[in-house]
């Protein structure tokens, strides 16, 4: 990846020029590239045809998608109506559709797409598994029937002893990219992980053991050290991310961070940090990390701090992001997994909880001061402000950075806050559609920019030569986010004035697989029935929950 050579690479604070050439931008959105890596695999042949129960079928020797039209991925507009031949996992042809042509492609299965429109499935580059608790097959469904067929779960050793299992398709799962501390995989000692010296050695032993993604999180407290395994992590061919650590911003910010190299910047921390005219915000004098719920109010209040500050406020939102566009760090906003903390009872009240929530995950919401992410107790209307305010300047700062040639990248770091698992896939594009990005735009950062970002070069788009992981959707999501719920949108027929719903997704394809996504999501309706056996009403739940009826006093109704 591009970075800029000394002397421009200069001390902290001092913050890069406003203007950056074309050619540096090009080499910063081209990424590092990387011979040891494996890559997903192009597979055209397929040895055999397999059925997952009435869930999902494939990969074919001939796949054929008739009469669809294609939204590429790269931020190009709907084009078509194509016949599209996969074979195996390949999309091997794209053919201007004509219902005349006597020689249209054959296949062994044929899906029939008028009025459908197809786009490359979504990169979730970031999630929480949770606890074992939490099956895992509810959570990759939800995924694939929501349009994601790659993503990069946190917890990597819930899914060590997968990962063969999913490359050759012997489980139903969206591709599984994990995320590894630094070190992790390795044996070295924590004295040699704090060594900067060290750090090109674990890197290379980490990529060697198949690490991709290696979050530097626990390296803030050290610039030195955070700034080499950046560096060395790159040179050894994998990606860095980093969730900026609000107990050490003093020492690595976001424009700290992508100055010293790291690939992406995860979450809303360190952004307003870089723009004070301070090295650290006005933290109370009671301020304790370790209270979440002081933590999380304070976090949306730096953002005031710094946005009602003219001076500030315009230095986040021009110098800051010209910065970071220069250094060359991808931003992956994850937004849907706070928008809890702006208006709790509408998160709370979401219409799918009762079908799709799993238990486990809906007693790891409710408010508690002892599980990770619970804090909203005592959660008041002014912090529902400081949030509101504070995506609205998030918001801002997004769309600069974007239109300055930023790379925007997508994942939504569920399941926490409310925030289902799969739901908040559809949700994260619609919040990220409220920075002012077009939605062609927001499709990109979930499909092509997210395939540069983790480093497949096949993945990302509708186009010949690449692999097949597809959405075949019932109506264009360039025109509404929401067709891509497996509840589809509320439409209107012209014609009888009548109410009906879109399909949402009708096929989700990952490497040729081609889900039958309805059955799918009774499957998870299914899981989370089981889950909600003989469970009460909680804090939350029980002032709605309407009482049985009583019985009159004598025991028949109707008595005097």
């Known amino acids: 990846m591009f970075r800029p050579s000394a002397p421009a690479r200069f001390a902290r604070n001092v913050l890069a020029p406003a203007l950056v050439a074309n050619a540096a931008l090009t080499a910063v959105m081209a990424g590092p590239a990387s011979a040891q890596l494996e890559k997903v695999a192009l597979k055209p042949t397929p040895s055999e045809t397999r059925r997952f129960g009435d869930l999902a079928e494939g990969p074919y020797r001939r796949l054929v998608l008739r009469n669809v039209m294609v939204i590429p991925g790269h931020g190009g507009p709907a084009t078509g109506p194509y016949d599209i031949l996969v074979t195996g996992n390949v999309i091997a042809e794209m053919r201007n559709h004509d219902r005349n042509d006597p020689d249209r492609m054959q296949g062994d299965r044929v899906i029939e797409g008028e009025g459908l429109y197809v786009m490359p499935g979504m990169l979730n580059l970031h999630l929480h598994l949770r606890g074992e608790e939490l099956p895992l097959d509810y959570i990759y469904y939800l995924q694939l029937a929501t349009g994601v067929t790659s993503i990069g779960p946190a917890e990597e050793n819930r899914v060590q002893d997968q990962l063969a299992a999913e490359r050759n398709n012997d489980i139903l799962a969206p591709r599984l990219f994990p995320i590894y501390g630094w070190g992790s995989e390795t044996d070295y000692t924590e004295e040699q992980r704090e060594d900067p010296a060290m750090a090109p050695e674990i890197a290379r032993a980490m990529i060697a053991a198949g690490v991709r993604q290696v979050y530097l999180n626990d390296l803030t407290w050290n610039p030195e050290l955070f700034g080499a395994a950046a560096k060395a992590v790159e040179a050894a061919g994998g990606i860095t991310a980093v969730h900026i650590q609000p107990s050490s911003t003093s020492q690595v910010n976001a424009l700290d961070a992508a100055r010293l190299g790291v690939t992406m910047i995860v979450h809303h921390y360190g952004y307003a940090e870089s723009a004070l005219n301070r090295q650290v915000q006005n933290y109370p004098p009671d301020y304790n990390f370790l209270d979440e719920n002081m933590r999380f109010r304070e976090a949306a209040q730096v953002w005031i701090e710094a946005g009602q500050n003219e001076e500030?406020?315009?230095?986040?939102?021009?110098?800051?992001?010209?910065?970071?566009?220069?250094?060359?760090?991808?931003?992956?906003?994850?937004?849907?997994?706070?928008?809890?903390?702006?208006?709790?009872?509408?998160?709370?009240?979401?219409?799918?909880?009762?079908?799709?929530?799993?238990?486990?995950?809906?007693?790891?919401?409710?408010?508690?001061?002892?599980?990770?992410?619970?804090?909203?107790?005592?959660?008041?209307?002014?912090?529902?402000?400081?949030?509101?305010?504070?995506?609205?300047?998030?918001?801002?700062?997004?769309?600069?950075?974007?239109?300055?040639?930023?790379?925007?990248?997508?994942?939504?770091?569920?399941?926490?806050?409310?925030?289902?698992?799969?739901?908040?896939?559809?949700?994260?594009?619609?919040?990220?559609?409220?920075?002012?990005?077009?939605?062609?735009?927001?499709?990109?950062?979930?499909?092509?920019?997210?395939?540069?970002?983790?480093?497949?070069?096949?993945?990302?788009?509708?186009?010949?030569?690449?692999?097949?992981?597809?959405?075949?959707?019932?109506g264009s999501p360039a025109e509404n986010f929401r067709y891509l719920y497996p509840f589809g949108a509320i439409r209107m027929d012209p014609d009888t004035r009548q109410m009906y719903r879109t399909r949402g997704i009708v096929h989700t394809i990952k490497d040729g697989i081609v889900l039958e996504n309805d059955n799918v999501m009774e499957e998870v309706a299914r899981i989370v029935a089981d889950s909600k056996r003989g469970v009460g009403p909680d804090i939350v739940t029980e002032p709605f929950v309407v009482p049985p009826p009583q019985r009159p006093i004598g025991g028949r109704e109707g008595g005097r």
């Open 312 to 474: 500030t406020r315009k230095r986040l939102l021009t110098t800051v992001v010209d910065s970071l566009v220069y250094y060359g760090v991808t931003m992956q906003p994850n937004r849907a997994t706070y928008e809890a903390n702006r208006d709790i009872i509408r998160a709370q009240g979401l219409p799918w909880h009762e079908k799709y929530t799993h238990q486990a995950l809906w007693q790891w919401h409710l408010p508690n001061p002892d599980n990770h992410a619970s804090f909203q107790y005592d959660w008041t209307s002014l912090d529902e402000y400081r949030w509101h305010y504070m995506y609205n300047l998030w918001g801002e700062l997004i769309f600069e950075f974007n239109k300055r040639g930023g790379r925007v990248a997508y994942g939504t770091d569920d399941n926490y806050q409310w925030s289902t698992g799969g739901f908040g896939n559809v949700r994260e594009l619609q919040l990220v559609l409220e920075s002012g990005m077009h939605p062609l735009e927001v499709l990109q950062t979930a499909t092509f920019n997210s395939a540069k970002t983790i480093l497949e070069p096949k993945l990302g788009l509708v186009r010949e030569g690449y692999v097949a992981d597809l959405l075949v959707v019932d």
